[in-house]
């Protein structure tokens, strides 16, 4: 059984910072591209960051010098430090690994964790 476990959200206010953690079990993590989302019931799911497969870091262009994605291999975990936050920053972030395999690709989703940014 793969758990997919996110933590880190919070309420603050703009301006200010939080650090989301994602943590799964390294046989999945050690193969998989690894992506942070989120989503508000008014907008459709984004991807705001990750690895992609070939190693590449990509973010939205929203929040690209605000926030900064990490991993520890060892601990099969990433990170995503988010600065100088902003109200439209507010959503449930998840975490999503994507398995790959010479067939087929198994994602992985998170519950989520919810980050409320007020003005």
């Known amino acids: 059984q793969v758990q997919v476990a996110e933590s880190g959200g919070g309420s603050v206010q703009a301006g200010e910072s939080l650090r989301l953690s994602c943590k799964l079990s390294?046989?999945?993590?050690?193969?998989?591209?690894m992506f942070w989302y989120r989503q508000t019931p008014a907008k459709e799911r984004e991807r705001v960051a990750g690895?992609?497969?070939?190693?590449?870091?990509i973010y939205l262009d929203s929040v690209r010098g605000r926030f900064t994605i990490s991993r520890d291999d060892p601990q099969g975990a990433i990170y995503l430090q988010m600065n100088r936050l902003e109200p439209d920053d507010t959503g449930v972030y998840f975490c999503?690994?994507?398995?790959?395999?010479?067939?087929?690709?198994?994602?992985?989703w998170g519950l989520g964790t919810q980050v409320n940014v007020s003005s």
């Open positions: 999503n690994a994507v398995a790959i395999y010479s067939n087929y690709q198994q994602p992985y």
């Open positions: 390294k046989e999945v993590f050690n193969r998989s591209a």
């Open positions: 690895f992609a497969a070939d190693g590449k870091v």
